[in-house]
Structure formats: structure tokens, C-alpha cells
């Protein structure tokens, strides 16, 4: 095996799957029901190839020598635009975003180990969140098997979950298939409507983007691997909303507190508890370990921005990336300021996404060299189009983002069962003087990373190579 880079293609595809399947999978298809009805299974898979054009996107300098950089939103928006700067401040947002999210995982973590030990939950929140990051520490093989070995066991039960939910299925509960009004007469507006809820449940598939460089030959596996965990979200996604409606009246889902989970309990012949409590267990801890991935190796990929982003320290020892990444999520969890970082997430995620899409879609036409060294090459036509529509669809998110209070979009995530462990009420609010703010006001701290970084390497004379010379034959 090749120590340097330990994780195969299972490896990432766990990876990827770790924030998509988190705990709130239990509860699908909490949020998109209203809005779809019955035909919610539709918007799933509408959903599902929605995203899909942003993984394409992924996948397509995955499959370039970029894939041997930290950080691919940095790298292909630096590189393909030909400006550092506009490539950190793309990639920027998701650093704070995906701090935030491992905050509040810790924090619900932290939150039921102090039922299980004389702690409170905030240092068990600690206590968690240093064992993550010692876990991250000892290296990618150990961290990388552990998310196996946690994903492994979540999946076999989510399918054995779909199955025994299938066997209760009432064929009759999709007839009619549009059941009122507002359905039957906007039907392409209400899945339209329907299909943006589920986007915000991709939110994490690129998790597998950032173990590239620790992945074997990963111009090859890791644009597979991504684009298989995106199809696999949704094919969970899709199947959980197709059994909780089938199971349960869809008059009746909006008093069931976890759809799926309850819809698959009574195909078992259980009670709901018996697959709620191990399996939010095990999401959440897949959660948490794959986003420790995401911040870390963002800030890495900065390192030619900002120098010594991408040291190494001995294995068992954090490097810098890390211990910043740990730090941070840290101290959002000791001054109790879960709620407050969480403003930025979803926008600052999709920040990225769309800045991937948008620079895939004239790729071919403004860095051909790039282009030609891609593995996975899309017609430039056919790149064109998937890239726009990737830009779009991450835009619609942002915008419908900020036309929603924070907890609503949050809960339309996997992440809501974490959010128990939040103040509501903070969550609750006007989302254009919380998320917008929050989203400027850390574009501003990155200005001055920038401008601290620049004065760094102009006092110690550093260069660095040109834009090109990551792919340049």
C-alpha cells in the first residue's frame, strides 16, 4: 500500500457521504413534503441531477493535476481565473461555514456524552472535538478508516431500513398523486419549489474533494468517488421520502417527528427509538469526522497566500491547518456562539460550489491548457452548459438563503437534529441582517488575511511560481 496516500476509493466515498447522510436522513422528507405532496419522491431525483451538475464540475479538475493541490475551490478558481486573491476569497466562506458546522456536531455530540458521563456539555463538547482532531492528527489512514468504519454500519442500516419500510408501502398513499389545489394547478411550481428544498441536503458531498491528496492515483478515483456519493445521497434521499409517504397518509407525515425512521420501525415491527437512537449516533460521528476534512485542508491549499498554511508536523501532532480548524471550532463552542457562526454555513458553502460551477463553465474557453489535462474531460460545449446550471442552481440556494430565517434553512439540511443542541432563538431571525452580514463581515476578515499574508512575504522576499506551473506541460 502506498503510506503517503492511504485512502481508496471507499475510502472517499465515505468521506462524501458523511455529511449528506447525517442524523437528519432520519427525518426525510421533513421540510419538502408541503411543498411537493406525494410526488416528493420527484423532487429527490430532480434534486439529486441538480447537484449532479455541480459535482460534474468537481469532478472535472478532480481529474486534473490540480487534484494533487490542497484546497480545489482555491485551486481551480485561482487557476482558471488567473487571480489568487479572487480564488481565497471564493474559497474563504466555506472555512467559517465548515467550522461552524463541526461547532454544532461537536456540540450535539458533547450534548449526549454529558448524559453518559459526569460532564457538562460543554466540555464533553471539547472532549469530542479533541478527539476528532486527534484522530485527524495520527494521519489520513487512521481517519480515513475510522469514517469507514463508522459510514459502513450507517449504510447497511439506512438500506435495511428501506427495505423493511418497502414491505408496508401502501400504493394507495401516492393516489392522488397531486391531492390539492395549489398542486394540481402549479404542479411544475410546486416540485420546482419542492426540488430547492432538497438541495440543501447535498450540503458536505465535497468532503471527498478535500482527501485528494491523500487518496491513490486520485486524478482517477476521487472524481469517481464524488460523483458515486452524490448519486448515492440521493438514491437514500429519494428512497427514505418514497417509503415515509408510502408508509405514513401524507395528511398525517407532519405529525411524525422522524418520517423515514418511523415509516421503516413499523415495517420492523418496532419501536421508532430502536433505529433513531444508534443511528443519529452514527450519522452524527460520520458528520463530524468527515468536516474536520473540509476547513483543514481549505486552509492548507492557502498556503500560497498564506505561507506555512501547508506545513507538516510529526504524525500524531496536529498541523497548523488543523490546529487553527480545531481552535476555531473550539472557541464557537466555549463561547457558546453555535448559533451566531451558523449564519454563515449554507451560504458560505455554496459560495464555493458556485464559484467551482461558474469557473468550469468557461474553462475550456479561458485555460484550454487546463482543459486538456483533464481526465475527465466534458465536451466544452457540454461543459458550458453543466457549469452555468451548477452556478445556478448554487445560487438559488444562497438566494433562497436569504429568504429564509437561519433555523428554516438550516432544517432543511441534514444537520438539524445537531441543532437541538442550539439556542432557537438565535436561529429565528430576519435572515438579511444575520446571514448577509455574517457572510461580508468575514469576506472582510479575509481581506485582511490577505493584506497581513502580503506584507508576510514581501518582508521575507518570498516567491511564488506562476498560476500555470500547477499544470503546464
Request: glycine share 10%; charged share 10%.
Amino acid at each position: 500500500m502506498n503510506v503517503t496516500r492511504p485512502l481508496g476509493v471507499r475510502h472517499v466515498v465515505a468521506v462524501s457521504l458523511g455529511l449528506p447522510l447525517a442524523a437528519g436522513v432520519f427525518a426525510l422528507p421533513h421540510g419538502v413534503e408541503n411543498l411537493g405532496g406525494p410526488a416528493t419522491p420527484v423532487a429527490y431525483v430532480a434534486g439529486t441531477l441538480a447537484t449532479c451538475t455541480i459535482a460534474v464540475a468537481y469532478a472535472v479538475y478532480l481529474s486534473s493535476p490540480l487534484a494533487e493541490r490542497d484546497g480545489l475551490v482555491y485551486a481551480a478558481v485561482s487557476r482558471t481565473w488567473g487571480s489568487r486573491r479572487l480564488g481565497f476569497l471564493v474559497a474563504w466562506p466555506a472555512v467559517g461555514a465548515y467550522v461552524a458546522v463541526l461547532a454544532a456536531l461537536v456540540a450535539s455530540l458533547g450534548k449526549s456524552l454529558s448524559t453518559l458521563l459526569p460532564l457538562s456539555p460543554t466540555p464533553a463538547a471539547l472532549a469530542v472535538l479533541t478527539a476528532l482532531v486527534a484522530v485527524h492528527a495520527l494521519g489520513p489512514a487512521a481517519a480515513g478508516r475510522l469514517q469507514l468504519a463508522v459510514v459502513g454500519p450507517l449504510v447497511a442500516l439506512l438500506l435495511g431500513m428501506t427495505l423493511a419500510g418497502l414491505l408496508a408501502v401502501v400504493p394507495g398513499n401516492f393516489s392522488p398523486l397531486l391531492p390539492t389545489p395549489p398542486l394540481r394547478e402549479r404542479p411544475l411550481f410546486s416540485l420546482g419549489a419542492a426540488t430547492v428544498a432538497t438541495l440543501f441536503g447535498f450540503v458536505g458531498f465535497d468532503a471527498g474533494a478535500a482527501v485528494s491528496t491523500a487518496t491513490r492515483d486520485p486524478r482517477r478515483t476521487v472524481p469517481r468517488a464524488v460523483l458515486v456519493a452524490v448519486l448515492s445521497a440521493g438514491a437514500v434521499a429519494t428512497a427514505a421520502a418514497f417509503v415515509a409517504l408510502g408508509v405514513i397518509p401524507w395528511t398525517r407525515l407532519v405529525f411524525a417527528a422522524a418520517p423515514f425512521a418511523a415509516a421503516a420501525a413499523s415495517g420492523l415491527g418496532v419501536e421508532t427509538a430502536v433505529l433513531l437512537g444508534p443511528g443519529t449516533l452514527l450519522a452524527t460521528a460520520a458528520a463530524a469526522l468527515a468536516t474536520v476534512w473540509l476547513p483543514a485542508r481549505t486552509v492548507s491549499g492557502f498556503a500560497e497566500v498564506v505561507p506555512g498554511a501547508d506545513r507538516s508536523t510529526r504524525p500524531g501532532l496536529p498541523d497548523p491547518a488543523l490546529a487553527l480548524t480545531g481552535l476555531l471550532a473550539g472557541a464557537v463552542v466555549v463561547l457558546d456562539a453555535v448559533g451566531t457562526a451558523l449564519y454563515l454555513s449554507i451560504t458560505g458553502i455554496f459560495v464555493g460550489y458556485g464559484g467551482v460551477a461558474a469557473s468550469a463553465a468557461v474553462l475550456p474557453f479561458v485555460r484550454p491548457g487546463l482543459y486538456r489535462r483533464c481526465r475527465f474531460r466534458v465536451p466544452a460545449s457540454g461543459l458550458a452548459v453543466v457549469g452555468v446550471a451548477g452556478a445556478v442552481t448554487a445560487a438559488v440556494v444562497v438566494a433562497r438563503t436569504l429568504a429564509l430565517d437561519p433555523a428554516a434553512s438550516l432544517g432543511l439540511t441534514r444537520l438539524a437534529p445537531a441543532l437541538a443542541a442550539v439556542d432557537e432563538a438565535v436561529l429565528v431571525r430576519d435572515p438579511l441582517s444575520t446571514v448577509l452580514p455574517a457572510l461580508l463581515l468575514w469576506e472582510l476578515l479575509g481581506v485582511a488575511v490577505l493584506a497581513v499574508a502580503a506584507d508576510y512575504r514581501a518582508e521575507r522576499g518570498a516567491e511564488r511560481p506562476p498560476l500555470g506551473a500547477a499544470y503546464e506541460e
